[in-house]
């Protein structure tokens, strides 16, 4: 009797009235850390190999207070340091880069996914015109 009893609490299923799903909050994205360039491609077409002189030295610092810096300079949407910002910290969809002693910002395309548990960050770009558009795939230097 007494493992009938216990038979049948054990089968109540769990309910916890503590948690509301909709008091969930999503954090912000972090983007802070040194990234490289795993991969470009212009107009679609892998030209990772024609870098490869450059990529492996190549390297973006972004840090906590809005600042990055550029390392071993390549071909880069921007070419000096400054300040960076997202459209919205929870789901970004644009990096802006504003240069140093720089007027305007430059706006990247960007997603943010996570792939075989490390985080990447895919930055579209188009250079002067809408013809030639530009994916570099970047994840961060351990």
């Not at 299923?13 to 491609?41: C, H, M, Q, T």
């Not at 972004?62 to 000096?80: I, K, T």
């Not at 300040?83 to 880069?97: A, E, I, Q, R, Y």
Request: glycine content about 6%; proline content about 6%; some cysteine.
């Amino acid at each position: 009797m007494a493992s009938l009893g216990l038979l049948v609490v054990s089968c109540d299923s769990y309910k916890d009235k503590e948690v509301n799903p909709d008091d969930l909050v999503e954090g912000d994205k972090n983007f802070a850390g040194e990234w490289r360039i795993a991969s470009v491609k212009r107009n679609t077409i892998d030209i990772t190999e024609s870098l490869k002189d450059d990529l492996p030295d190549f390297r973006l610092h972004m840090n906590d207070d809005g600042s990055y810096r550029l390392a071993n300079g390549m071909p880069f949407p921007v070419e000096e340091d400054g300040l960076w910002s997202v459209d919205d910290p929870k789901h970004p969809f644009v990096l802006s880069f504003t240069e140093n002693n720089s007027v305007g910002a430059v706006d990247v395309e960007i997603t943010y996914p996570i792939v075989k548990g490390e985080r990447q960050m895919s930055i579209t770009h188009f250079p002067g015109c809408d013809a030639n558009k530009y994916e570099y795939l970047l994840v961060r230097v351990k």
